[in-house]
């Protein structure tokens, strides 16, 4: 029997934790010689298994038997690169069968500091097209597998042209660094032509931790004590002080193509914030919807005709963390807004992710849970049928 039983569930965000030639084997040769190996070794715990990563394309044959043997208790079982569909795409399908989600959103792990930060731009062009040929590519054979393309936002002429090819991929999502895109706000006139194509596409676009610096400014760690390793054991992803301000550039960056009219122009748009929290979204929704009313003398938000919250409730989805009080928010804010997620290898996704969201909606009405584990997702992805 499968762990997930008794409704649809759909998997907001998942992960592949990528070999070292994950991009490069999709690359050309000039871009090859360009490109360092991802390095996946220096991640604490996630990285335990990096040393037969690099050695093989897969888990050996008894390794994968004996997951097989874990059934539904697969979720519970081996994470980062030693779990059963890591980086292989054949074992990613038999884990889905024991995992039972219906589709499965797949973002890269360790790709996204070479396709979406740098400041080549021929280089961040040049390796989220290889990127995205090898995200395409894990997930070719399985339906289930919606893989996520990267998508630059520096030069709008070679960001359009990124996303027709990630569209013609069969990419199902577009993550885009939320920062300024090319010296603009997201909300520029330049971006309209593919905030449109995305639309007209059914591709979401995708904010993802990564897609902007997961750490503060070193100077907010000097206390003149020893700076701590993460919880995960590694020095190089995010700590508690991390944490309080993970998601504010989430924030800017939706708010101003809220505030840019984007939404407003592209009612088709839709957008999935994964990995980044939502705690933080009832405060924030309150806080947009009365700026927008107190500044609605500005022409462009006079010209608004839905709230920011109906706005996202309209064409945004958020993935809350599995310690995040899902009831609560909903309470505070609206249960169109939230979608499962199992984070699946990683271990921030729990052993049990089912488990402990049940546990958060306890309150919650059966239309409320339908809509956090499937209807929500489809509202999100309405290209999915």
Not at 34 to 47: A, D, H, V
Request: with cysteine; charged share 25%.
């Amino acid at each position: 029997m499968a762990y997930a039983t008794g409704r649809t569930y759909l998997d907001a965000d998942s992960h592949l934790m990528e070999r070292p030639d994950f991009i490069r084997e999709f690359a050309d040769a000039k871009l090859r010689e360009q490109l360092p190996p991802l390095n996946g070794g220096n991640q604490g715990k996630t990285s335990a298994a990096w040393a037969e990563v690099v050695a093989q394309p897969g888990h050996t044959p008894e390794r994968v038997e004996k997951m097989v043997q874990l059934g539904d208790g697969l979720i519970a079982g081996p994470k980062g690169y030693r779990a059963l569909g890591a980086f292989n795409r054949e074992e990613r399908s038999q884990a889905l069968d024991q995992l039972g989600f219906a589709k499965q959103v797949v973002f890269t792990t360790f790709s996204v500091g070479q396709a979406l930060h740098g400041k080549d731009l021929d280089l961040m062009y040049a390796t989220a097209a290889a990127a995205n040929r090898a995200s395409a590519n894990f997930g070719a054979e399985d339906p289930r597998l919606m893989g996520v393309g990267l998508l630059p936002l520096e030069d709008p002429e070679r960001s359009i042209r990124e996303a027709e090819h990630l569209i013609g991929l069969g990419l199902c999502v577009a993550m885009v660094p939320h920062r300024v895109c090319g010296g603009r706000s997201p909300g520029h006139d330049d971006w309209d032509p593919v905030w449109a194509r995305l639309a007209e596409a059914q591709v979401p676009f995708a904010l993802h931790v990564g897609g902007s610096p997961l750490q503060l400014d070193p100077v907010w760690m000097n206390t003149g004590r020893p700076v701590p390793d993460d919880w995960q054991g590694g020095g190089e992803n995010v700590r508690g002080k991390d944490m309080i301000a993970l998601h504010q550039p989430a924030e800017l960056f939706l708010g101003a193509m809220m505030f840019d009219g984007v939404f407003e122009r592209h009612r088709a748009l839709r957008g999935l914030v994964a990995e980044l929290g939502a705690g933080w979204v009832p405060g924030w929704l309150r806080r947009l919807d009365w700026a927008s009313r107190i500044w609605k003398k500005e022409p462009e938000l006079g010209a608004l005709t839905r709230l920011p919250s109906e706005m996202a409730c309209e064409q945004l989805g958020f993935a809350p963390f599995v310690y995040e009080d899902v009831g609560q928010l909903i309470r505070e804010s609206n249960d169109s807004l939230y979608l499962f997620s199992s984070d699946y290898p990683h271990y921030e996704g729990s052993k049990n992710p089912i488990e402990r969201f049940e546990a958060l909606l306890d309150a919650a009405s059966e239309k409320s849970r339908n809509r956090f584990y499937e209807d929500n997702f489809r509202r999100v992805f309405p290209g999915i049928g």
